[in-house]
């Protein structure tokens, strides 16, 4: 019994440490398309805001009468500009994927010292060592090779 107790917990460390890369391929495949969709979020409603600022230049001007029904088309077409949304959401995913990997590393120490501590007690320590089970290193972000996504707009 506590040889099949210790198995198990020692296959929940490797699990544990497996959700934590899948936590960091989650933040690699999902945050640099987010981004990307933000800029072009952004990009185009800058080119909105151009042609609207340029047009109302054009209708102050002398020539009033030449830029009126182009005017009347844009009031007509404006896009309603989601900008400010499209960044929480973005922010919102960035916090909740940190929150993510956040939680994996903390259940990986969490289960990898509920073992190594099990392999310190008596009786398990004996049948441990019997079996050469030894403890399992806790995550350290020291050197650690995959950092946060660095966004830049």
């Not at 409603?45 to 230049?57: D, H, I």
């Not at 830029?67 to 922010?91: D, H, I, R, T």
């Not at 190594?116 to 050469?132: C, F, G, M, Q, S």
């Amino acid at each position: 019994m506590v040889f099949n107790s210790i198995t198990g917990l020692r296959n929940r460390v490797r699990q544990a440490s497996s959700l934590i890369d899948i936590q960091l391929k989650r933040r690699a495949d999902l945050i640099p398309p987010l981004v990307a969709c933000v800029q072009g979020f952004r990009a185009h409603e800058a080119s909105v805001q151009t042609l609207v600022a340029a047009l109302r230049a054009q209708a102050a001007g002398a020539r009033p009468s030449a830029v009126g029904p182009m005017l009347v088309a844009v009031v007509e077409q404006y896009p309603e500009l989601k900008g400010q949304q499209v960044f929480a959401e973005l922010s919102k995913n960035l916090v909740e994927t940190e929150d993510r990997i956040a939680l994996a590393r903390a259940y990986h120490n969490n289960i990898a010292t509920f073992y190594n501590t099990r392999l310190e007690r008596v009786p398990d320590r004996y049948v441990a060592d019997i079996v050469k089970m030894n403890p399992e290193p806790l995550f350290q972000a020291e050197g650690f090779e995959r950092q946060a996504q660095k966004i830049a707009f």
